[in-house]
């Protein structure tokens, strides 16, 4: 994926420069020789491939540095996350990446589940988990409890125990994989914390977002819930409550984003800044990326509400909706604020408004940058949201034509998370360096590029 090459580019590079410092300096010189000029400067090699160090400008080993000189740098402006040197900003670095990468496998694995409507083949749910059948007896206690709920008596009745056991693997599989994440984030967390390798502030943010995690499961079993609960209506299929799938994966973005960010900032402590004249240019479409950001983000929320309605396999045409625009029936609702949840022709209506102006606004942001003097690489990174965004329109219309089958809904919905990671990536480059590194800075870049 893009953000993993980006991730290698930055660990190769750190490990490039850390290599060629002088091996005389260690031992020599205190851990208050390490100033704001060497770590901007060391900052500024991070990203994209950065160049080297400049001509005479030397740094110390980071391997003995201390809180006292962390304290040095955050007054000057220089926020490090981490304080252990290099090896610990490595290592914790890697770990938040991998965690933000087990939570997007969850988001797919989770969409997996839904499309192949096994979420509601487990009847119960204990915080700590279980074990899954083992017996052909215990196989077929869970198949009786899963009778008697409405999806086998309104959708699968007649089931055969075999078809029965495939989707109970699925879902058993997404709630362990989401325990296995759990404990994957919770081990090395203490590790760090114990090498104190984390500061106060960074340690603050992971356990909030270690809290959202564990209340993840929480909210996944008060979504599945609701889904066995006998609907209103005999007419009515049952579903889980869209509300509540919508809260369930907001949720698991807004972790998933909390983590990738969090890990961008612990690797890049310092956004790509060369010259002021970039930096300038970066703050300006800073301001574009802000709402453009905002729009994707709606726009994946109002895709959790098609999910919950089932609203993809409806009105399975493209560009109009049948045969008209705007179905007639996008009202129907009352009261009339209730339509824009629960209302199958408005929410996919919705749906596709929000995806258009999704794709126009980050085609305008593209466009934006040909009169911007911005880093290359930062160019480069709009150039490929704007290609992701195409092609998450693409596949939307595909699966949307194609009555959702499993594979291009789960692609849709990886897609949709791709595409916010590229957003969280590019606000996180163009924020505003710190005022040490500021000061460093030329007019113009005199690099070659």
């Known amino acids: 994926m893009f953000q993993s090459r980006v991730v290698a580019s930055i660990l190769r590079r750190n490990k490039a420069i850390i290599n060629s410092l002088p091996s005389n300096l260690k031992g020599t010189c205190s851990s208050r020789c390490f100033t704001p000029s060497s770590a901007n400067a060391v900052a500024r090699t991070?990203?994209?491939?950065?160049?080297?160090?400049?001509?005479?400008?030397?740094?110390?080993?980071?391997?003995?540095?201390?809180?006292?000189a962390s304290v040095g740098t955050e007054e000057e402006g220089l926020k490090m996350l981490v304080t252990a040197g290099p090896r610990a900003q490595k290592m914790v670095g890697i770990w938040l990446f991998g965690s933000a990468a087990w939570v997007f496998s969850m988001v797919v694995l989770g969409g997996v589940t839904r499309l192949t409507r096994s979420g509601l083949?487990?009847?119960d749910w204990k915080f700590t988990g279980n074990l899954p059948p083992l017996s052909d007896d215990e196989w077929q206690q869970e198949f009786e409890k899963y009778k008697q709920?409405?999806?086998?008596?309104?959708?699968?009745?007649?089931?055969?125990?075999?078809?029965?056991?495939?989707?109970?693997?699925?879902?058993?599989?997404?709630?362990?994989?989401?325990?296995?994440?759990?404990?994957?984030?919770?081990l090395p967390f203490s590790y760090f914390l114990r090498k104190g390798y984390i500061t106060m502030r960074l340690g603050l943010r992971l356990s909030a977002l270690f809290a959202l995690g564990a209340g993840q499961g929480l909210i996944g079993w008060w979504m599945v819930k609701s889904g066995l609960e006998e609907p209103a209506s005999e007419y009515v299929e049952p579903r889980v409550s869209p509300y509540r799938l919508a809260a369930h994966l907001t949720s698991?973005?807004?972790i998933y984003s909390g983590l990738?960010?969090?890990?961008?900032?612990?690797?890049?402590?310092?956004?790509?800044?060369?010259?002021?004249?970039?930096?300038?240019?970066?703050?300006?479409?800073?301001?574009?990326?802000?709402?453009?950001?905002?729009?994707?983000?709606?726009?994946?929320?109002?895709?959790?509400?098609?999910?919950?309605?089932d609203a993809g396999r409806a009105y399975n045409t493209f560009p109009k909706m049948g045969d008209v625009w705007v179905p007639d029936n996008i009202f129907d609702l009352k009261p009339t604020i209730r339509n824009l949840f629960e209302n199958t022709s408005m929410v996919q209506l919705d749906h596709r408004i929000l995806a258009t102006t999704t794709l126009i606004s980050i085609c305008g942001l593209w466009w934006s940058t040909k009169k911007l003097d911005i880093h290359p690489a930062i160019r480069?990174?709009?150039?490929?949201?704007?290609?992701?965004?195409?092609?998450?329109?693409?596949?939307?219309?595909?699966?949307?034509?194609?009555?959702?089958?499993?594979?291009?809904?789960?692609?849709?919905?990886?897609?949709?998370?791709?595409?916010?990671?590229?957003?969280?990536?590019?606000?996180?480059?163009?924020?505003?360096?710190?005022?040490?590194?500021?000061?460093?800075?030329?007019?113009?870049?005199?690099?070659?590029?």
Request: zero cysteines.
């Open 252 to 254: 698991a973005f807004v």
């Open 121 to 123: 083949s487990m009847t």
């Open 260 to 309: 990738f960010w969090t890990a961008l900032s612990v690797v890049m402590p310092e956004p790509p800044a060369e010259s002021l004249a970039w930096v300038q240019g970066a703050a300006k479409l800073k301001r574009l990326a802000i709402p453009v950001s905002l729009i994707v983000g709606i726009t994946a929320v109002s895709g959790a509400f098609v999910a919950g309605n």
């Open 380 to 449: 480069t990174l709009v150039g490929a949201t704007f290609g992701m965004a195409a092609l998450q329109v693409t596949l939307g219309v595909s699966t949307l034509l194609s009555y959702v089958p499993v594979s291009l809904g789960t692609a849709h919905q990886a897609g949709a998370l791709t595409l916010l990671t590229l957003m969280l990536l590019l606000n996180h480059t163009v924020r505003r360096p710190s005022m040490s590194l500021l000061k460093t800075l030329p007019q113009v870049t005199k690099t070659a590029w």
């Open 46 to 68: 991070s990203f994209f491939g950065f160049r080297s160090l400049p001509k005479g400008h030397h740094v110390p080993s980071f391997r003995n540095m201390s809180t006292v």
């Open 149 to 186: 709920s409405p999806e086998y008596k309104r959708v699968n009745k007649g089931m055969s125990i075999e078809d029965f056991k495939f989707i109970y693997w699925m879902e058993y599989a997404h709630r362990m994989w989401g325990r296995a994440l759990g404990m994957m984030f919770a």
